[in-house]
């Protein structure tokens, strides 16, 4: 990729903010136990290992999500990232982890790459990543089958594509919001965000 | 919050999980150390606990052990969880209205979970009637069969729960069909393996046997778990006491005979007459207060644990010295055989159970009821010990003291407006 210069564009900064979701998702959906950690693969990125799904229908469904997501943080349309996780029986939103995409618009004018090393936004990245991993000390644990459904929140004008569909924000009502570690491109900052249902403890 | 917060991360490995999840606010409250905060409110849960006088004392304990759970995130001695269930189980065991009450059944659970022989006190509360019609009972019953592999047992607990209608029926009927798809996984994956898995799941010792003991002392050789079900305690050593004679020391081999453990399963959910709740077993490092005066130094005897443990073999190669350096003088040594401490093992004592404790207590309660008692406090000894701290007079004095002020100033108040 990019690594042998030392600044980054547009496109590259989209690429590996498209990266960084894709092994996000990947995490928590491990970390959640949404899908049994046998269909899981470990591989080593960002210097640490993580893991990846092995399901077919899972992956292409990534692919696909992360393509299009790529597409429009280089057109800086994407204003959000969220992943809810809900009860598989009763619907019921039980968390829901949302990354808010802060996007630099001027860099889409000028195309002069911005002054940050790969290494330090991928030290950034493998810093949230660690604490999604480390969240499982708060959250309640997840007694029921559970799904998982990805939100993009886009700038109004924009068409949506094929099999997207239009939904409401999702939101749980009495939860607990912890926020997690940004990092930044310099071009595009992702700040994250879990929310879970609130204990009920005094 | 800050972004910089990021206590809870530095700490995440002594933060137990639980089950609820946590809420941050306490987190970071019992993460930054702010022990005057956390006194403060457990001596307002304390004074609470002895002061309510309304009809529903549950709801105190309730919100304190609560409380405890989310304020001391790393669990241990300190936070008194452990004894605050025990007290609460205790004490409302006789109290017919909270026995299907979700709260104490929770506070039941969760005691059970502390324990070391969890199903034990799931069968006490099975006989005592708590919890019989709530689905959360069952639910954690079959939970602690199936973590030690007993898929069958945990299978019938729930057609029990189902044959009794607890409620929430579609929780209970969820978490059975979950199970039910977790075994047949497990089946499927496993169908290729030897049977070693429908094996009960004992401790058991890397060597197969337990340790001998030499001589007159009774050492007790900590028991080694390795096997998959370290929750479940079978207690001590089994030839304790008995002389060892030759084969005697394989006692804790079991043979597993399918037809047998089948036949025993039935049985096993037969409601049992409990006295009271079984003991959670006293665990290492925590000794009771006890008299010391009269305690004398175990004598060494003759032979056995006097002698020296063998010298390390020479090296077999030559230690490079330099040659300037002089070798110092061996001075002779020659360590005193009686001062050979090692390896010496605590003395068994006896042990202080909750059970014993409780059993006393039922003891004591019977005897004061047919009259025949021969102490009597002549103060509110109750009160001063109800909680996991023991007050002094003068806090119950300054408790009562504050509540009459408030009332005086509220009734000024009321006059004056």
Not at chain 2, 200 to 216: D, F, N, Q, T
Not at chain 2, 351 to 374: A, F, I, M, N
Request: a negative charge; proline letters at 5%.
């Amino acid at each position: 990729m990019t690594s042998t210069l030392k600044g980054i564009t547009l496109k590259g900064s989209a690429e590996l903010v498209a990266e960084f979701f894709s092994f996000g998702i990947n995490s928590i959906l491990y970390q959640r136990g949404i899908y049994p950690p046998e269909t899981f693969t470990r591989v080593t990125h960002y210097d640490m290992s993580l893991q990846l799904t092995t399901d077919p229908k899972l992956k292409t469904y990534l692919t696909n999500v992360v393509a299009q997501l790529k597409e429009w943080l280089f057109e800086c349309t994407v204003q959000k990232l969220v992943l809810v996780i809900t009860c598989l029986e009763t619907n019921e939103v039980l968390e829901r982890w949302q990354f808010d995409i802060e996007c630099d618009k001027t860099a889409k004018e000028s195309s002069a790459p911005r002054e940050k090393s790969i290494k330090t936004i991928q030290d950034e990245i493998r810093s949230v990543i660690r604490q999604i991993t480390a969240t499982v000390t708060f959250l309640p644990l997840l007694e029921t089958p559970c799904a998982f459904d990805l939100l993009v929140y886009t700038d109004k004008d924009l068409e949506v594509p094929d099999k997207w569909e239009e939904s409401g924000p999702q939101i749980i009502d009495q939860s607990e919001e912890v926020r997690l570690r940004s990092f930044t491109t310099s071009i595009h900052k992702v700040n994250s965000m879990v929310a879970y249902k609130r204990t009920d403890s005094v | 919050m800050a972004e910089g917060d990021v206590e809870w991360e530095l700490s995440k490995e002594n933060i137990q999980p639980l089950r609820r999840g946590r809420a941050i606010s306490s987190l970071h409250q019992a993460l930054s150390h702010e022990q005057d905060a956390i006194n403060q409110q457990r001596q307002a849960f304390e004074s609470e606990l002895r002061m309510y006088d309304g009809d529903d004392p549950l709801n105190v304990w309730d919100r304190y052990i609560k409380w405890t759970e989310q304020s001391f995130p790393c669990g241990g001695k300190e936070s008194n969880l452990t004894t605050l269930l025990e007290r609460v189980v205790t004490l409302f065991k006789e109290e017919k209205k909270y026995h299907n009450d979700p709260r104490y059944v929770d506070l039941c659970i969760k005691f059970a979970e502390n324990c070391s022989e969890p199903l034990d006190i799931y069968r006490y509360m099975q006989a005592q009637g708590i919890g019989v019609t709530q689905a959360g009972f069952y639910i954690a019953w079959a939970e602690e069969y199936e973590n030690q592999g007993n898929y069958l047992k945990a299978d019938r607990v729930y057609q029990e729960g189902l044959m009794k209608f607890a409620e929430p029926h579609d929780k209970l009927l969820q978490f059975h069909k979950a199970l039910q798809a977790r075994v047949s996984r497990h089946i499927l994956t496993n169908v290729d393996e030897d049977d070693s898995d429908d094996e009960p799941k004992e401790l058991e010792r890397v060597s197969l046997a337990s340790l001998k003991h030499r001589g007159k002392k009774k050492a007790i050789a900590p028991v080694n778990r390795t096997g998959s079900a370290i929750k479940c305690f079978t207690g001590g050593l089994q030839s304790q006491g008995v002389p060892v004679l030759g084969n005697s020391s394989n006692s804790q081999l079991v043979i597993f005979d399918e037809s047998k453990s089948e036949g025993a399963g039935t049985s096993e959910l037969r409601a049992q007459s409990w006295m009271a709740p079984p003991t959670h077993r006293a665990k290492e490092n925590e000794q009771k207060p006890a008299k010391w005066c009269d305690v004398k130094m175990p004598q060494k005897t003759k032979f056995g644990h006097t002698v020296m443990p063998a010298p390390p073999p020479k090296p077999t190669f030559q230690p490079f010295v330099e040659e300037s350096d002089q070798l110092p003088k061996m001075t002779p040594c020659k360590i005193n055989p009686a001062v050979n401490t090692v390896l010496s093992a605590r003395k068994p004592c006896k042990e202080d159970t909750p059970l014993k404790r409780l059993q006393e207590h039922h003891r004591q309660q019977e005897e004061v009821e047919s009259g025949k008692t021969q102490e009597q406090s002549v103060y509110c000894k109750e009160l001063l010990l109800s909680g996991a701290t023991e007050f002094c007079f003068e806090e119950l004095r300054a408790e009562r003291y504050f509540k009459k002020m408030a009332q005086e100033s509220q009734k000024v108040e009321g006059q004056e407006a």
